[in-house]
């Protein structure tokens, strides 16, 4: 059963910086790509950014120069190093690994973890 953990989350002050870890279980993970989204209240669940297995990267406008994703195939892992947090940032986290191929099937998820950033 793949499992996706993730950890890292918290309260953080605007202008502080949190790292977010996932570990994955049970795929092979260096074949995947991974993903992290995050859900606000009363919000749909949004990308935030991407990562394909030969680290090549992608990241959403409204965090780019702010939030970096990396991966670590060797602990099948992947980060999203969060700085310069606003309130607006304040969601769910939830990390992702993609499946078939495509983000349009539905990815395997981790169960999330909470990001508050206070003003």
């Known amino acids: 059963q793949v499992q996706l953990v993730e950890s890292g989350g918290g309260l953080v002050q605007a202008g502080g910086s949190l790292r977010l870890s996932c570990v994955a279980s049970s795929i092979i993970f260096g074949s995947h790509a991974m993903g992290w989204f995050r859900q606000a209240p009363g919000k749909e669940r949004d990308l935030v950014a991407t990562?394909?297995?030969?680290?090549?990267?992608h990241h959403v406008d409204s965090v780019k120069g702010r939030f970096t994703i990396s991966r670590d195939n060797a602990k099948s892992t992947v980060y999203l190093q969060m700085n310069n947090l606003k309130p607006g940032d304040t969601a769910v986290y939830y990390c992702?690994?993609?499946?078939?191929?495509?983000?349009?099937?539905?990815?395997?998820w981790g169960q999330g973890t909470q990001v508050t950033v206070s003003s």
């Open positions: 992702a690994a993609r499946r078939f191929g495509s983000w349009n099937n539905e990815p395997y």
């Open positions: 990562i394909e297995s030969d680290g090549s990267a």
